[in-house]
T-cell receptor, first 114, second 115 residues
Framework: AQSVAQPEDQVNVAEGNPLTVKCTYSVSGNPYLFWYVQYPNRGLQFLLKYITGDNLVKGSYGFEAEFNKSQTSFHLKKPSALVSDSALYFCAVRDIRGNNRLAFGKGNQVVVIP | KAGVTQTPRYLIKTRGQQVTLSCSPISGHRSVSWYQQTPGQGLQFLFEYFSETQRNKGNFPGRFSGRQFSNSRSEMNVSTLELGDSALYLC??????????????FGEGSRLTVL
């Protein structure tokens, strides 16, 4: 089955420092990978996706992610974190059983310290 | 363009009751998916509807059901509620085209508490 793993529960980073949120995947076939963000008491918001093409994917709010096939990773990155980036981040992979059926990781709480 | 609207936002029920949650997708989106979010299990896929037909169903018991209307609005129903059904229920819509596969637009959710 398609799955993703987010090894860290929480990521703390100082404002202005680079932010990295880790994700590894396990899939059969070509992976369709996604990052979503959830702010308190809100639904999820789409950040970016990798389907094919360049390994470096650029998304919303200055985020980008690097697809690494050899390491089966899809880490989310931002060069300079903002306090407003504090939120819950989910990595997801498309399930082979359906286009809009996503398997989500457990989520990473990101805390940006002023 | 209005986003995905879910009602009600909060509700409290007791064990054994049933509940119906509603979701209005973004205008023009014909696919509606439902997810359950709990602290213990995280985000889990419930089902997806497209053009009034259920296209996919997750691993949930038959107490969980849904439907979609001709205007793409969707409802989900949970019967004989259990304490473990307490969760945030998220609805997501998409246009389901190949290029946008997996790119979901979520509502703010309906938070169900079962006492």
């Amino acid at each position: 089955a398609q799955s993703v793993a987010q090894p860290e529960d929480q990521v703390n980073v100082a404002e202005g420092n680079p932010l990295t949120v880790k994700c590894t995947y396990s899939v059969s076939g070509n992976p369709y990978l996604f990052w979503y963000v959830q702010y308190p008491n809100r639904g999820l918001q789409f950040l970016l996706k990798y389907i094919t093409g360049d390994n470096l994917v650029k998304g919303s709010y200055g985020f980008e992610a690097e697809f690494n096939k050899s390491q089966t990773s899809f880490h989310l990155k931002k060069p300079s974190a903002l306090v407003s980036d504090s939120a819950l981040y989910f990595c997801a992979v498309r399930d082979i059983r359906g286009n809009n059926r996503l398997a989500f990781g457990k989520g990473n709480q990101v805390v940006v310290i002023p | 363009k209005a986003g995905v609207t879910q009602t009600p936002r909060y509700l409290i029920k007791t064990r054994g009751q049933q509940v119906t949650l509603s979701c209005s997708p973004i205008s023009g989106h014909r696919s509606v998916s439902w997810y359950q979010q709990t602290p213990g299990q995280g985000l889990q896929f419930l089902f997806e509807y497209f053009s009034e037909t259920q296209r996919n169903k997750g691993n949930f018991p038959g107490r969980f059901s849904g439907r979609q209307f001709s205007n793409s609005r969707s409802e989900m129903n949970v019967s004989t509620l259990e304490l473990g059904d307490s969760a945030l229920y998220l609805c997501a819509s998409s246009d389901r085209t190949g290029a946008n596969t997996g790119e979901l637009f979520f509502g703010e959710g309906s938070r169900l508490t079962v006492l």
